[in-house]
C-alpha cells in the first residue's frame, strides 16, 4: 500500500482474532515508532508491550472497562518520559514527551495498518490504574493505548469534518 492507501485503510478496530502477530511484524510496528520524529531527537517517550493476559484484563479495566483491549493479542502502552525532555523545561516536560508519544502511536497505528493488523486508539483510561496494572516506571506517564492484531471486524469508515470548516487560513 503506498501512504495514502494506508491512511485510508486505517480504522478503530474493537474486535480482534486469537491469531498470534508474527514476530517480524510486530518488530516492524516497533522499529516505525522508533523511527518517529520527535523533539530535539529526545525520543520522550518509552513503549510497553503487554503480552500477559492477566495484564491485559487488568488494563481493560483501567481503561474504563474497555474489554476488547484484552482480546486483542498485544497491547502496546506509549508513556511520556518527561525526563528525557529536561533540556526544554517545563516544554519538554509538559509538552515535548506528550508529543513524542503520540507520533510514535500514530506511526506504530500506520505501520500496523500496512502489515495487514489493526489497532484502535485508546486514550480514556485512569492513569495510575494503568500504570499499577502494567507496573510501569515511576516518572512515565501513559498516553495512549493500543491493542493490536488481526481484525474480527470491518469497520465502516467514520465521517470526517470537511476541511472547510476544519482548516483556518490566514
Not at 486505517?10 to 510486530?26: G, N, T
Not at 503487554?50 to 483491549?69: E, K, V
Not at 484484552?70 to 518520559?81: D, E, K, N, S, T
Request: proline share 6%.
Amino acid at each position: 500500500m503506498n501512504i495514502w492507501e494506508v491512511i485510508e485503510a486505517r480504522r478503530s478496530v474493537r474486535a480482534y482474532q486469537s491469531r498470534a502477530i508474527e514476530p517480524d511484524k510486530l518488530e516492524a510496528v516497533l522499529r516505525a515508532a522508533n523511527l518517529a520524529p520527535s523533539a530535539g531527537n529526545l525520543q520522550a517517550y518509552e513503549i510497553h508491550l503487554i503480552q500477559d493476559a492477566r495484564t491485559r484484563q487488568a488494563l481493560a479495566a483501567a481503561a474504563l472497562g474497555q474489554s476488547f483491549l484484552a482480546r486483542a493479542p498485544v497491547v502496546l502502552i506509549f508513556c511520556a518520559h518527561a525526563a528525557r525532555s529536561a533540556r526544554y523545561g517545563r516544554r519538554g516536560a509538559e509538552l515535548y514527551c506528550l508529543q513524542d508519544a503520540t507520533v510514535a502511536a500514530a506511526y506504530a497505528q500506520l505501520a500496523a495498518t500496512a502489515l495487514g493488523l489493526a489497532t484502535c486508539w485508546v486514550g480514556a483510561f485512569d492513569d495510575e490504574a494503568v500504570v499499577r496494572a502494567a507496573e510501569l516506571p515511576a516518572g512515565q506517564r501513559p498516553v495512549a493505548i493500543l491493542p493490536l492484531g488481526y481484525a474480527a471486524e470491518d469497520p465502516p469508515p467514520t465521517p470526517r469534518r470537511p476541511l472547510s470548516e476544519l482548516v483556518h487560513r490566514h
